[in-house]
């Protein structure tokens, strides 16, 4: 399975900015997908996912200001990210929920996103 994440870029505090993943190869062994950011000096977490029923999961802080969403027929999972805060500033990873183990997750290569204030 290969993730080619794209999207992010430089954008004012409050500004908007949509960044999109689309997978291919062995789709079914994908059992959801999500975005993870991490910016320097702290942790990977969790922004968003959407399981393969549609089911979705924000993180605290992004929850009324970005959305998850997918277009099956095209592989690819978005994420609208509106009134960005320059704490939203990081690395922004789409990720694969691999199906039999997540330590075998499947992840993309990362875009940036830099919000100033």
């Known amino acids: 399975v290969q993730l080619q994440a794209c999207g992010g870029g430089l954008v004012q505090a409050g500004g908007s900015l949509r960044l999109a993943c689309q997978a291919s190869?062995?789709?079914?062994?994908?059992?959801?997908m999500g975005w993870y950011r991490q910016a320097p000096g702290k942790q990977r977490e969790l922004v968003a996912s959407?399981?393969?029923?549609?089911?979705?999961e924000y993180a605290d802080d992004v929850k009324g200001r970005f959305t998850i969403s997918r277009d099956d027929g095209k592989n690819t999972i978005y994420l609208q990210m509106d009134s960005l805060r320059p704490e939203d500033t990081a690395v922004y990873y789409c990720?694969?929920?691999?199906?039999?183990?997540?330590?075998?997750?499947?992840w993309g290569q990362g875009t940036l996103v830099t919000v100033s204030s």
């Open positions: 990720n694969g929920a691999y199906r039999w183990g997540r330590d075998k997750d499947y």
């Open positions: 959407m399981s393969a029923d549609g089911s979705t």
């Open positions: 190869g062995s789709l079914f062994s994908i059992d959801g």
